[in-house]
């Protein structure tokens, strides 16, 4: 064999064992439990606010579909527009994310739910958010996942069927789903044109945003006092989101620690990897308590488990308990 065909044999063979690797279910059933609680609790927030089927049916009775003429849903084609119809699918999108929490029949309501989510996206169009899209991405992936595989109503009926318990799951899930939020911080930053993101615009967009009533949670006569906070604030968004890439290095280099020389053990002493999670999570709470942009920040939140190791999560937890015990 060539020493061409030999790299590439033994290339193949590391990225089959990557992908193939194994791990505890933690992160992932963290991820499934905070992704179906967000968007049990958004559908909720809908119903408590008279938006089902306001939002979701057609004209006369509601903003839906009719408004933009696009082709009616599937439910419509099948059970005709009334608007009980869009409460039903509303009441079985909440059903299947009270299933998928529980983690019974895991595989089925989650699929279920993407399914359910998309044909209210069609309901309205319009409405479609960012963070509903991310999560109609996410919410297959775990379900197809291990997520399921302890903590769960499945679980419990394999247990008592006498089937052993999974110990350990495929990893690659929780690689996509890290994959799929550093695509979306690295695209957002990229797709930000507008000059108040960037030194030419004297980093104003946090400021002006918090000015702007249709997205200001409070009235906008504090930000003149901490404008300055707000630019560094904006500067620093843009530094986190355009080099999210490098989650990527500081990850690796966390996970192996041998490997980086003298950088991957100045990275690993000052914690690099952790102080960029710990400033995504600061950001999203930030935006969460001064904005209102609906389950943006708590949706893209549910996800960050995907960020961090089994392990660790673990070690984590084992710190706590030794906390409480002191």
């Not at 992704?35 to 306001?54: F, G, H």
């Not at 899209?133 to 394999?158: C, E, K, N, T």
């Not at 960029?276 to 609906?294: Q, S």
Request: glycine share 10%; net charge positive.
């Amino acid at each position: 064999m060539s020493s061409w065909r030999r790299r590439a044999a033994v290339r193949a063979e590391r990225w089959t064992r990557f992908w193939d690797q194994r791990e505890a279910p933690t992160s992932l059933w963290l991820c499934r439990v905070l992704v179906s609680v967000v968007v049990a609790a958004d559908l909720l927030q809908a119903w408590s606010l008279e938006l089902v089927p306001a939002v979701w049916a057609a004209p006369p009775d509601g903003l839906g579909w009719g408004v933009t003429g696009d082709a009616p849903p599937w439910a419509v084609t099948l059970f005709g527009p009334s608007p009980r119809v869009v409460q039903w699918v509303w009441g079985l999108a909440l059903l299947a994310s009270g299933t998928f929490l529980l983690g019974l029949g895991t595989r089925v309501s989650g699929l279920a739910l993407a399914l359910l989510l998309a044909e209210l996206a069609r309901y309205a169009p319009n409405g479609d958010r960012g963070v509903d899209i991310l999560l109609r991405i996410a919410i297959p992936i775990l379900a197809l996942s291990g997520s399921h595989a302890r903590w769960s109503v499945d679980a419990w009926l394999w247990r008592r069927l006498g089937k052993a318990p999974v110990m350990q799951v495929t990893a690659w899930p929780r690689y996509l789903l890290f994959a799929q939020l550093v695509w979306m911080y690295n695209s957002a930053a990229q797709n930000r044109y507008d000059s108040a993101w960037w030194p030419t615009g004297h980093f104003s967009a946090l400021g002006t945003l918090l000015c702007d009533p249709h997205f200001a949670r409070f009235d906008s006569g504090w930000v003149g006092a901490v404008y300055p906070l707000t630019q560094v604030a904006t500067a620093s968004t843009m530094l986190f989101e355009g080099g999210s890439m490098l989650i990527f290095l500081w990850t690796w280099l966390d996970r192996f620690p041998l490997r980086g020389g003298v950088w991957g053990e100045r990275a690993r002493r000052f914690k690099i990897r952790w102080w960029w999670l710990g400033f995504g999570v600061v950001l999203h709470l930030g935006i969460a308590l001064t904005m209102r942009l609906g389950i943006f920040s708590f949706g893209v939140l549910a996800l960050y488990p995907a960020f961090v190791h089994p392990n660790e999560l673990r070690a984590a937890w084992g710190w706590l308990r030794r906390r409480q015990g002191a």
